[in-house]
């Protein structure tokens, strides 16, 4: 695996603070060294940020967070569990 294919794979994690502290160095490093991911790391960032500073527009009401639930959950299990079978039929 080529290093930009693994820091593909960490950037969202760095974002988010799921990194392993161990592979951080590793990541900062490798965006001060590579542009090609520094923009990649950049671009994420500023999606982000974005969602997060976005309020919500309106708060659900308990009533229809209660009826989404159970519909993804009815959902969740037409596709037959947790959805790891959906992904092993994609690859
Ligand atoms: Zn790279």
């Not at 760095?14 to 790391?41: G, K, Q, V």
Request: proline residues 7%; positive net charge; charged residues 25%.
């Amino acid at each position: 695996m080529s290093p930009c294919t693994r820091m593909a794979e960490w950037i969202p994690l760095y974002i988010d603070n799921e990194l392993a502290a161990s592979d951080m160095p590793l990541l900062e490093t490798h965006l001060t060294e590579c542009h090609a991911c520094r923009d990649r790391f950049d671009q994420l960032r500023a999606v982000v940020d974005n969602i997060r500073a976005a309020t919500p527009l309106y708060e659900p009401s308990p009533g229809s967070v209660k009826r989404i639930r159970a519909m993804v959950l009815a959902r969740t299990r037409a596709c037959g569990g947790d959805g790891s079978s959906r992904r092993q039929l994609r690859s």
